[in-house]
């Protein structure tokens, strides 16, 4: 079985992060993707879609991205369900990311500067916090 997706889009706000009671980080956003066609009235639609980002790769995102900034984006989709306080149930469905690609330079005004390249997950999923630039620019989709 494969649950696997790659997107490339723009955030739409920046980055929101908060830490477990066992200090781990996660970091959500909304990534606006184009779709590949127009709707009746000629005008390009897009889907808004969440991502989250875990422990060293969640403070990387946080402390680099911001609102409108170009991304790409792999991992996998999840869903999930809770209980309201009314305990009515909700479902979520998101993108649980361990790869991020900055695809544009920030604003050289900007005072959270660019490190460029990419950034993934570690491969442990312990409570170590860091990044691991992926060496090479190969560039090459997996499929």
Do not use: H
């Amino acid at each position: 079985m494969l649950n696997k997706v790659v997107l490339i889009g723009r955030l739409t706000k920046d980055p929101e992060i908060r830490y477990l009671p066992s200090g781990v980080a996660v970091t959500t956003f909304f990534l606006a993707v184009n779709r590949n066609f127009t709707n009746q009235q000629g005008e390009r639609e897009a889907d808004f879609l969440p991502i989250v980002t875990w422990r060293g790769l969640a403070e990387t995102c946080s402390k680099y991205l911001s609102k409108g900034r170009l991304v790409a984006v792999a991992g996998r989709i999840q869903t999930r369900s809770y209980e309201t306080q009314t305990g009515e149930r909700r479902y979520v469905t998101e993108i649980v990311a361990d790869e991020v690609q900055f695809l544009d330079r920030a604003d050289t005004s900007s005072d959270r500067g660019y490190p460029g390249g990419n950034y993934s997950s570690p491969d442990s999923m312990d409570d170590t916090p860091g990044f691991e630039p992926i060496e090479g620019e190969d560039d090459e989709l997996p499929f």
